[in-house]
């Protein structure tokens, strides 16, 4: 299976961005999507994650009430909607798929991933 993550972009503070990630060579229907990110000299970090049914979802502390996960099965393609991006939201934007259903936190357990998409919040 192959994700393609887009979407990014340059926007400034307290503004709004959403990204999509597009599945394509298999139905994700029964994987679970995750996203993370890594900022320039840090480490990858979990953002988000989602059950292949869509029924559970899971956040950063620091990103809870201001991102929201969701996925349409039909489209294949998972999104993340980002409001209110503070400058600590720049980075590069991942999106990754599990083998299983279930959601984790972990990028370790996630066997596919997408290119990234460059997410820039100026203040």
């Known amino acids: 299976v192959q994700l393609q993550a887009f979407g990014g972009g340059s926007v400034q503070a307290g503004g709004s961005l959403r990204l999509s990630c597009a599945g394509s060579g298999r139905s994700l229907n029964l994987n679970a999507l995750g996203w993370f990110r890594q900022a320039l000299g840090k480490e990858r970090e979990f953002v988000a994650t989602i059950s292949a049914s869509g029924g559970t979802t899971y956040y950063a502390d620091s990103v809870k009430g201001r991102f929201t996960i969701s996925r349409d099965n039909r489209k294949n393609t998972a999104y993340l909607q980002m409001n209110s991006l503070k400058s600590e939201d720049t980075a590069v934007y991942y999106c990754?798929?599990?083998?299983?259903?279930?959601?984790?936190?972990?990028?370790?357990?996630?066997?596919?991933w997408g290119q990234g998409t460059l997410v820039t919040v100026s203040s």
């Open positions: 990754a798929a599990r083998v299983s259903p279930g959601t984790s936190r972990s990028a370790g357990e996630y066997a596919y």
